[in-house]
Nanobody, 124 residues
């Protein structure tokens, strides 16, 4: 599967933004999906994951209540709705897919497929 994230940009603190991750080459319904992010000078970190069916979601504590992952398997797309953005949310955001996992994982090493990131910049 090939993944392509889009929707990043420059916003102000408190604004909202929705990222999209479009898949090609395979049916996305076979993959647990997740968003990760990497801020300047920091390691990549987990943001949120979603099960193949979309019934189960697992957010990181840092985004709980502000970010929501969702998926539309018919459109082969996963989304990340980001509300109440903060300057510390500034990062390159990556979508990732896990085909082989039985459980929905939160670790970077569990995701086999990655797309190029999209930059989100939140100004204060």
């Amino acid at each position: 599967v090939q993944l392509q994230a889009s929707g990043g940009g420059l916003v102000q603190a408190g604004d909202s933004l929705r990222l999209a991750c479009a898949a090609s080459g395979s049916t996305l319904s076979g993959y647990h999906m997740a968003w990760f992010r990497q801020a300047p000078g920091k390691e990549r970190e987990f943001v949120q994951s979603i099960s193949r069916s979309g019934r189960n979601r697992y957010p990181a504590d840092s985004v709980k209540g502000r970010f929501t992952i969702s998926r539309d398997n018919a459109k082969n797309t996963v989304y990340l709705q980001m509300n109440s953005l903060k300057p510390e949310d500034t990062a390159v955001y990556y979508c990732a897919g896990d085909y082989s996992g039985g459980y929905v994982n939160t670790q970077e090493a569990d995701y086999e497929y990655w797309g190029p990131g999209t930059l989100v910049t939140v100004s204060s």
